[in-house]
């Protein structure tokens, strides 16, 4: 095999791929990456050359490096970790709650190891996957019997299909929510096969328009939360409590769907009061859901807590079988759920809550502490300053609830410099996602926690001019 040097005759032609895996360097990335990534590589590589023919002249060390990139771009996961500078602490495109290690570490097992899933390993006999959690949902809710389902979505679907096929559930036009990513609870109840009946107006509704609703074709009586938007002014909504004494009255169960639903009063941790299964059970509603990856913290999962009979027709629906969920997730949500059981500690120890709760004095000595790194990283290219911010909790939570946070403003002088610098940190070896709003890309450090790593990749912000 004869090399050719001259420049012209590679214009002209370029190597076969057997020439191209021949070449040493990428011989050693077939030893990493395989035969048959690396061949695919050199094939697209050299096709796209040949569309190409200005750049058909790349010698064997250009050519080695193409192939080089070509398949570290292919061989990096789809999924991948991000810094989530955005302020939104539960973000859904982001994955929401960070679970914490505890549950880490009980999934993993449960992923390495064979698992009591659904043996009962006393008796020796066949058990029950929901067992894994039921006993502590109960415990910190107060309800008879509880199941899981793949997210809270599939649990509103799920109770509707079973209890309100061919029949009537009465809500609110107030509460006739649609959440992101295309939770309508009208699409959702036409799917389930139940019809919905509205009741009051937008933006109120009383009890007697409940008590006038129910008739003999009514399955329920049903409540949402707000989640993402807040009616305020003059309003009236019939809380939960007297909607259930009206259901109750028509011997027809009340049920409620949360959305976020903690497990505790966040009051006690300084933040605002949102409503938790366990008032719900405690004010009469027969059956409430709400999410595993919201405020809960843990990972994603639709939880039904309630009367023993209603869980249990739940669960012999054929569709439980589709919806349900796996190892992982009940290993993951088991040790969320025990760290429930010591509130003292649960701010230090559940990652959501934690920060969720993080003082704004920690978080604008984190900024100061690193504004030096950053100015380094940026100079001549932009200017960065400490600015206060407002952090949210996301995932439709206590929607207009804002917590102070701090972190870095960046500003550019010419147009479009803003779109680099955002575009500049999306393309980090771990990505670190901020958001630009009036003139400056900000990055808001509340959930900056793995602060080393952050500083460490800031050298390799490439930013095009
Ligand atoms: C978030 C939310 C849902 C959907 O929950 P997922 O776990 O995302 O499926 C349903 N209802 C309400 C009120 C919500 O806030």
Not at 397 to 402: E, G, I, R, S, T
Request: charged share 25%.
């Amino acid at each position: 095999m004869s090399i050719v040097n001259s420049a012209s005759a590679q214009l002209s032609k370029l190597p076969s791929v057997d020439r191209v895996l021949g070449f040493p360097s990428v011989r050693s990335l077939v030893e990493e990456h395989g035969r048959a990534q690396v061949t695919e590589a050199v094939r697209a590589l050299l096709a796209d050359l040949r569309k190409r023919p200005g750049e058909g002249d790349l010698g064997e060390a250009a050519l080695s490096a193409r192939v080089a990139e070509t398949v570290a771009a292919r061989a990096r996961p789809n999924l991948r970790r991000v810094f989530n500078l955005t302020g939104t602490v539960l973000h859904t495109n982001l994955g929401r709650a960070l679970l914490p290690e505890e549950a880490v570490e009980a999934a993993v097992t449960a992923m390495r190891w064979p698992a009591t899933l659904e043996y009962d390993v006393e008796g020796g006999g066949r058990g029950d996957r929901d067992k894994v959690v039921e006993g502590l949902l109960c415990g910190l809710t107060g309800a008879e019997a509880a199941t899981v389902v793949n997210n809270n979505a599939a649990a509103v679907f799920l109770l509707l299909n079973t209890l309100a096929q061919k029949k009537e559930v009465v809500v609110s036009r107030g509460e006739l929510i649609e959440i992101g990513g295309a939770f309508r609870l009208p699409d959702i109840m036409r799917r389930a096969g139940a019809k919905l009946v509205e009741v009051g107006t937008t933006n109120r509704t009383h009890p007697q328009d409940y008590a006038d609703a129910v008739g003999s074709r009514t399955a329920m009586l049903m409540k949402a939360h707000w989640s993402n938007y807040a009616i305020a002014g003059f309003t009236s909504m019939v809380a939960q409590k007297e909607v259930a004494a009206i259901a109750h009255a028509g011997k027809l169960p009340c049920v409620v769907d949360l959305g976020s639903g903690t497990l505790v009063d966040l009051s006690q941790y300084g933040l605002p009061r949102e409503r938790t299964p366990a008032e719900s059970i405690a004010d009469g509603v027969d059956l409430v859901t709400f999410s595993g990856d919201k405020l809960l913290g843990g990972p994603q999962a639709g939880i039904l807590v309630g009367r023993r009979e209603l869980i249990q027709r739940i669960k012999r629906n054929p569709l439980k079988r589709a919806l349900r969920v796996g190892k992982i997730t009940l290993a993951a949500l088991e040790a969320v759920l025990r760290l429930y059981l010591d509130p003292d500690r649960l701010a230090q120890r559940l990652t959501t809550l934690r920060l969720l709760t993080r003082p704004e004095k920690d978080i604008a000595e984190q900024t100061q502490r690193l504004l030096p790194a950053m100015a380094r990283a940026l100079q001549g290219r932009a200017t960065v300053t400490v600015q206060p911010m407002k952090s949210q909790i996301g995932s439709g939570a206590l929607p207009v609830d804002l917590l102070p946070s701090c972190g870095f403003a960046v500003h550019t002088a010419g147009r479009g410099g803003l779109a680099r610098i955002e575009a500049a940190f999306r393309a980090l070896p771990i990505p670190v996602i901020g958001y630009i709003r009036d003139g400056a890309f900000l990055l808001d450090l509340r959930c900056l926690e793995d602060e080393k790593v952050f500083v460490d990749q800031l050298p390799a912000l490439g930013i095009t001019r």
